[in-house]
């Protein structure tokens, strides 16, 4: 990943100087950092948002022909056939006792290559990540705060789904259009709802959706994605509400460019690196918010593992939502 450095305009250090961090909080070597407040309690309340039974699987297709939305410079999943009915027709197949006949492939990928949860290590600035690791111990793999410890956790708690783009009354937001703690609770009030401490956030745009629909030459023509926007009291919002994950239909979670600063991506850092807040990305939204519309149900229980991957930077994942 490559990211421009704005010239004009703070560094991300001189924006967050004062910014709270969480660091410490849970100890000198916790690597799952605010998915700390999804205790045994906090599940057993979320299992109380399920109503219908209605389940929505959260995951973009992988390894798509219709491709696969991610990040600029990044490519999507590439899947290969090693073994199929041809290799048997061809005299290539390894054939068994009984005659069994069988398909086997294999995928390379980004691992923030399709919907994804991001290592709290993935993005640091000033020489430390998440809880004061030293940035060293990214090297040739994370020694701390890989994905691996969150695949380990688990994520279980109560979703709640904002769904902005239909509360301001669009089929997607705009190119760098952003929204605040304040739209969200705006949003969640105009659903009917009301944020909960410790609630994952389920925040749609309808950006991904767009991804399917338009050229890719148009998609990534002018790319600032739109998304949640930095300020000292949105950050202060997430560290008193506590949450512990925020999930979006965005492939990075936030507005690309700070309109105020400048900066790239900083809640990157304010909030993942900071105050240990995992980032889910790349999110499919679109069913679940209809279904949202539908009945009027917008919490659910929320539960997703992402792959145990050792030293990893992040993590497929494909979240389950049971309304
Ligand atoms: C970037 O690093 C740009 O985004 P992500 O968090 O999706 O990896």
């Given at each position: 990943?490559?990211?421009?450095?704005?010239?004009?305009?703070?560094?991300?250090?001189?924006?967050?100087?004062?910014?709270?961090?969480?660091?410490?909080?849970?100890?000198?070597?916790?690597?799952?950092?605010?998915?700390?407040?999804?205790?045994?309690?906090v599940?057993?309340?979320?299992?109380?948002?399920?109503?219908?039974?209605?389940?929505?699987?959260?995951?973009?297709?992988?390894?798509?022909?219709?491709?696969?939305?991610?990040?600029?410079?990044?490519?999507?999943?590439?899947?290969?056939?090693?073994?199929?009915?041809?290799?048997?027709?061809?005299?290539?197949?390894?054939?068994?006792?009984?005659?069994?006949?069988?398909?086997?492939?294999?995928?390379?990928?980004?691992?923030?290559?399709?919907?994804?949860?991001?290592?709290?290590?993935?993005?640091?600035?000033?020489?430390?990540?998440?809880?004061?690791?030293?940035?060293?111990?990214?090297?040739?793999?994370?020694?701390?705060?890989?994905?691996?410890?969150?695949?380990?956790?688990?994520?279980?708690?109560?979703?709640?789904?904002?769904?902005?783009?239909?509360?301001?009354?669009?089929?997607?937001?705009?190119?760098?259009?952003?929204?605040?703690?304040?739209?969200?609770?705006?949003?969640?009030a105009?659903?009917?709802?009301?944020?909960?401490?410790?609630?994952?956030?389920?925040?749609?745009?309808?950006?991904?959706?767009?991804?399917?629909?338009?050229?890719?030459?148009?998609?990534?023509?002018?790319?600032?994605?739109?998304?949640?926007?930095?300020?000292d009291?949105?950050?202060?919002?997430?560290?008193?509400?506590?949450?512990p994950?925020?999930?979006?239909?965005?492939?990075?979670?936030?507005?690309?460019?700070?309109?105020?600063?400048?900066?790239?991506?900083?809640?990157?850092?304010?909030?993942?690196?900071?105050?240990?807040?995992?980032?889910?990305?790349?999110?499919?939204?679109?069913?679940?918010?209809?279904?949202?519309?539908?009945?009027?149900?917008?919490?659910?229980?929320?539960?997703?593992?992402?792959?145990?991957?050792?030293?990893?930077?992040?993590?497929p994942?494909n979240?389950?939502?049971?309304?």
């Open positions: 990943m490559t990211h421009t450095h704005e010239e004009v305009g703070p560094s991300v250090k001189e924006l967050l100087k004062d910014s709270p961090k969480n660091w410490g909080k849970w100890g000198p070597d916790d690597e799952v950092g605010s998915l700390n407040y999804l205790t045994p309690e599940v057993i309340a979320a299992a109380g948002s399920i109503k219908s039974g209605k389940t929505f699987t959260l995951q973009v297709k992988m390894a798509n022909p219709a491709g696969d939305p991610v990040w600029p410079g990044r490519t999507g999943a590439v899947r290969i056939n090693v073994m199929d009915e041809g290799h048997f027709i061809a005299g290539k197949g390894v054939e068994s006792a009984g005659g069994a006949h069988y398909a086997d492939d294999y995928m390379t990928c980004f691992l923030q290559g399709s919907t994804q949860y991001d290592a709290l290590g993935h993005v640091w600035y000033d020489g430390e990540i998440w809880n004061g690791y030293d940035a060293k111990t990214t090297i040739g793999g994370m020694g701390k705060a890989s994905v691996c410890a969150i695949a380990e956790k688990g994520v279980v708690g109560r979703g709640i789904l904002l769904d902005i783009a239909r509360w301001r009354g669009k089929d997607v937001l705009d190119v760098g259009e952003t929204f605040t703690h304040e739209d969200l609770q705006a949003c969640a105009a659903q009917g709802t009301e944020i909960q401490r410790r609630d994952i956030l389920v925040i749609r745009t309808g950006w991904i959706g767009k991804f399917y629909r338009v050229s890719r030459e148009e998609f990534y023509g002018d790319f600032v994605e739109p998304g949640l926007t930095h300020s009291e949105l950050v202060a919002w997430f560290q008193q509400m506590e949450i994950n925020i999930v979006t239909d965005t492939i990075a979670n936030e507005v690309t460019v700070d309109p105020v600063s400048g900066v790239v991506l900083p809640l990157h850092n304010a909030l993942m690196r900071n105050l240990g807040i995992t980032l889910t990305e790349i999110a499919w939204l679109d069913d679940l918010a209809d279904d949202c519309a539908a009945d009027g149900q917008y919490t659910f229980l929320y539960a997703a593992a992402p792959l145990k991957v050792v030293n990893g930077t992040g993590s994942v979240p389950i939502a049971i309304k």
